[in-house]
T-cell receptor, first 114, second 113 residues
Framework: QQQVKQSPQSLIVQKGGISIINCAYENTAFDYFPWYQQFPGKGPALLIAIRPDVSEKKEGRFTISFNKSAKQFSLHIMDSQPGDSATYFCAALHGSGNTGKLIFGQGTTLQVKP | DAGVTQSPTHLIKTRGQHVTLRCSPISGHKSVSWYQQVLGQGPQFIFQYYEKEERGRGNFPDRFSARQFPNYSSELNVNALLLGDSALYLC????????????FGPGTRLTVT
């Protein structure tokens, strides 16, 4: 119940294309769903996040779609660029206020070809 | 503003030794969390501290311990190191009651030989 399952494990997209990464969870107590971007040798950077009472959130080229009934959410990267090549992690927050922990998916390595 | 800082950047230890990793949160952040990231996997939660109190502990053995200081910096200690402890150790900080918004440092790469 504490797991977040992420797919695909790796993804190759042409420049200008759409990258789609999917995640699924089981624990309905999760209350916040962030996406992190990680470059080699760096820590994860918060990219975009959504609460379960919202079905979609868009920030620039990045969009999260959230399906509460299916317990699934996804990250769409529009007009993908070579600079987007990184590992992406979905996560779910268990907790609230000043106490909680992030449960991460296994990660998706994205390569955007020029 | 400075982000989360961690030291050292890299560390090589031998099995059975002890290690201390350090983290300084973003100014104004009172919560610090520690995560272990094994190569090719997502980060796994180890500890969370808020206002110097332990607020959560992940599924890690008692060899792992941590503490938070009055200036909100934190230390992660690992005793009796095993080869399997080799990983990137990440520290994340968050502001007040916004545990949902965690900002990560660059991590400490620990190699156990």
């Amino acid at each position: 119940q504490q797991q977040v399952k992420q797919s695909p494990q790796s993804l190759i997209v042409q420049k200008g294309g759409i990258s789609i990464i999917n995640c699924a969870y089981e624990n309905t107590a999760f209350d916040y769903f962030p996406w992190y971007q990680q470059f080699p040798g760096k820590g994860p950077a918060l990219l975009i996040a959504i609460r379960p009472d919202v079905s979609e959130k868009k920030e620039g080229r990045f969009t999260i779609s959230f399906n509460k009934s299916a317990k699934q959410f996804s990250l769409h990267i529009m007009d993908s660029q070579p600079g987007d090549s990184a590992t992406y992690f979905c996560a779910a927050l268990h907790g609230s206020g000043n106490t909680g922990k992030l449960i991460f998916g296994q990660g998706t390595t994205l390569q955007v070809k020029p | 503003d400075a982000g989360v800082t961690q030291s050292p950047t890299h560390l090589i230890k031998t099995r059975g030794q002890h290690v201390t990793l350090r983290c300084s949160p973003i100014s104004g952040h009172k919560s610090v969390s520690w995560y272990q990231q094994v190569l090719g996997q997502g980060p796994q939660f180890i500890f969370q501290y808020y206002e110097k109190e332990e607020r959560g502990r992940g599924n890690f053995p008692d060899r792992f311990s941590a503490r938070q200081f009055p200036n909100y910096s934190s230390e992660l200690n690992v005793n009796a190191l095993l080869l399997g402890d080799s990983a990137l150790y990440l520290c994340a900080s968050s502001f007040g009651d916004r545990i949902y918004e965690q900002y990560f440092g660059p991590g400490t790469r620990l190699t156990v030989t």
